[in-house]
């Protein structure tokens, strides 16, 4: 994989701890990106190469340059570590763009796309809507945003200036979860729910051409969403949520080829099986059986790929981002996980659909 050396350009403020960074590409040739990807970043940090992927927040051929958003109040050192450090003319080294969340070409009649976002992890959100509200002048969005209280909103200013130049394109649904107090104006608590996701949802048809869902949150809102949409008829293939960048995971030196395992993967409504060298993570067998289950940066940060083991033994090379509570639950990330027996291993949505196992296995 190509590494892409850039120079920041200019910082801009979003809210506490968040801040967004223009690069300038130094390579001859500047890599294209699209709307909603996701970056890459390979930061040398208390003596070893760090990977963490961030969300483009910029529109290809609208904004000028390209924007990266990073947090602060996650993997709190490393980030703060980004915020002391990098400013205008600091050179920093990227994996090219990428990431699936990415807007298909529309239909000729123009198209509803639905977007369900938590804050802070909206990120990605914000340049879809602004792309589609700019390019394509039949589309509608509809956004339901989740936040602490109406100061608490990521891009606050660029949603609402999108809404005045596109109010009849732009429904925007606040759900405050905290709201200030407000007696001249009350301002009811409302939650982003299965049964409030569901309802919003209800007002279309998941048939209809066109339509597509896309979700960001944490892991555990997105699983909710992602639930909410399946119960309300959506297909898994309208439905998209944050991905980040992928990377290799080669095997310990204690696994060497031999007999492959047998793995039995269940997700969603699906259950794969499929073998696995123990010298190839549980990811590169995927891979080549070309199987269709979520992960992204396949490299133990993002947590796109993990799921619980029921059965079997195996090592995990490098975890960023399960906690101890997860590790305790028997999670594991299939990028970085090799198989030492044969497994049988679910994704957590498994255990959010929570409908009972005949809606999974029928
Ligand atoms: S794909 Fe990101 S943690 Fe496995």
Known sequence: MNIVRWEIREMYSYGRGIYGYILDSLE?????????QFMTVLLDYEGAIYRRAYPIYTVPGIDDGLGILVRSDTHYSFEAHIHETWEPGTQIFTYP??????????PDEGRLIICIAEHPFSASIYPLIKQILHTEPDSQIHLLYQSPNEKEVLF???????????????????????PHYNPAQPIPHR?????????SLSDYDPSDQGIQVFI????????????AARITGYREDILRWQLFSPDIITAPAEMQPQDEYKITLYYGVKCYEFYSRPDESLIDSISHHKLDIPYSCRGGTCGECAVIVRKGDYIMTKNEVLKTQDLKENQ??????????DLEVCFPNYVYLSLGDKLMWD
Do not use: D
């Not at 763009?97 to 529309?106: A, C, I, R, S, Y």
């Open 28 to 36: 001859t040739t500047s890599p294209t990106y699209q709307t909603g």
């Open 97 to 106: 763009p990428t990431g699936k969340m990415l807007l298909e070409t529309p």
């Open 156 to 178: 606050q200013k660029e949603l609402k200036a999108l809404q005045t130049a596109f109010h009849m394109h732009f429904r925007w649904e606040s759900f405050y979860t905290e």
């Open 191 to 199: 939650q982003l729910t299965i049964e409030t996701i569901a309802q």
């Open 216 to 227: 960001c949150g944490s892991n555990q809102f997105t699983r909710m969403a992602v639930v």
């Open 332 to 341: 594991v990330l299939l990028c970085t996980c090799f198989a030492k027996s």
